[in-house]
């Protein structure tokens, strides 16, 4: 038996990510007005900037939340493909900035994006397509299997290739839950693991400075002064949070001595300044967004629709487990923002584009429980 027709988008997406926009808002003022005076003279800046994504986003997840679903599926090798393009000039070209020792942001009209942030949306696009279409035929090589794992791979190692390794893990994984989900074989699955496992390997020993982040992630204490520093200080700021935290703007950690306050590591800073209270409400909706968003996949009659909401879900889950497990030292150092709280407008306008997609999904026709 078929439910009616939703007429309203599920309320504990939209709740928990505008709770997650207003924390992140707050947080990235809270921790980058130092580093913001010293560098900028205006203690404003990061919040400005900041701010000025979130509209952006605001109005392209309302724009999301209307755009109709055959509209989706049309799009779904277009967009593709400008990415993908997108993420091999990145690659090939030389006159790319290069920021903070990397080359990941594109600039256009002053501004920058990084392509691999649309590939958080692109990517589960495409694969929530490509299996739709070849449901009948999912356990087949070379039908779905072949080309749902090109698809996955290409992105990955292109953005790899980019030293963005996080982004290329977490495109990686996204890819792999979809097919899990989907009904892959387990062999085949299996041996996409091995190739993951692989490839991630020789990623990390071809550049020495993910090997020391490996080595500094098993024992930080042993060079705390450099390698182990963010992990260290990460640490440090977590426990002198406490219970209830040493008060909101108060905290001591943003004075330069733990890196990347304002971005991959803004959850040590909420964690020291709220403390543990704080940090498990924060977690708290992003269980709620997950929790919604997968129940959305797994009760929305159409295929395509239901896997592009479990892609889009397992995106954004996938990037928050990778950063709070970084910041609490559960997993080695690497640049992963936190989904709507961690600095950075690309990232916040593609997430706030996935929950509009989750919106708009969780208003067509549902199975009853």
């Known amino acids: 038996m078929r439910g009616k027709n939703k007429t309203h988008p599920d309320w504990g997406i939209l709740i928990a990510s505008l709770g997650l926009l207003a924390v992140g808002l707050i947080m990235v003022f ?3 007005v130092y580093v913001a005076t010293y560098k900028f003279d205006d ?3 990061y919040l400005r900037t900041q701010g000025i994504a979130a509209a952006l986003g605001l109005v392209c997840m309302f724009l ?3 755009v109709r679903v055959r509209y989706l599926q049309w799009l779904a090798w277009p967009f593709s493909l400008i990415v993908l393009a997108l993420l091999i000039f990145m690659v090939v070209s030389t006159n790319i900035p290069t920021i903070g020792g990397v080359r990941r942001f594109l600039r256009v009209f002053g501004y920058g994006f990084q392509p691999s942030e649309l590939c958080k949306l692109a990517m589960p696009l495409f694969m929530a397509k490509l299996l739709s279409d070849n449901l009948s035929r999912i356990r087949e090589f070379k039908k779905a299997f072949a080309p749902a794992l090109v698809a996955v791979c290409l992105p990955s190692v292109l953005i790899v290739a980019q030293s ?3 982004s290329g893990v977490v495109i990686a994984c996204t890819g792999f839950i979809m097919m899990f989900c989907v009904g892959i074989r387990g062999l085949y699955l299996l041996g996409t693991v091995s190739l993951g496992v692989g490839l991630g390997a020789c990623a990390i020993i071809m550049e020495p400075y993910r090997l020391l982040r490996l080595s500094s992630w098993l024992d930080p204490w042993s060079d705390p002064g450099n390698a182990g520093l ?7 700021a977590l426990g002198n949070g406490g219970l209830t935290g040493v008060g909101l703007g108060a905290g001591g950690s943003k004075w330069y001595y733990l890196p990347e306050q304002h ?11 709220l403390g543990f209270i704080g940090a498990i409400l924060v977690i708290f909706l ?10 959305v996949a797994a009760h929305t009659e159409d295929c395509f629709t239901s896997l592009l909401a479990l892609g889009l879900t397992a995106s954004l889950g996938v990037q928050t487990i990778i950063n709070l497990g970084v910041v609490t030292g559960l997993l080695p150092v690497t640049g992963v923002t936190l989904p709507f709280i961690s600095y950075g407008g690309s990232s916040l306008i593609v997430s706030l584009i996935a929950v509009g997609l989750l919106l708009n999904i969780s208003r067509l026709p549902r199975e009853t429980l």
């Open 286 to 295: 992003f269980v709620l967004l997950f929790w919604r968003g997968l129940t």
């Open 64 to 66: 999301a939340y209307h």
């Open 164 to 166: 963005d390794f996080s």
């Open 263 to 273: 971005n991959d590591f803004i959850f040590s800073v909420l964690g020291e300044e």
């Open 230 to 236: 963010q992990m260290v200080q990460s640490l440090l």
């Open 30 to 32: 809270s921790s980058s």
């Open 43 to 45: 203690a404003f800046y």
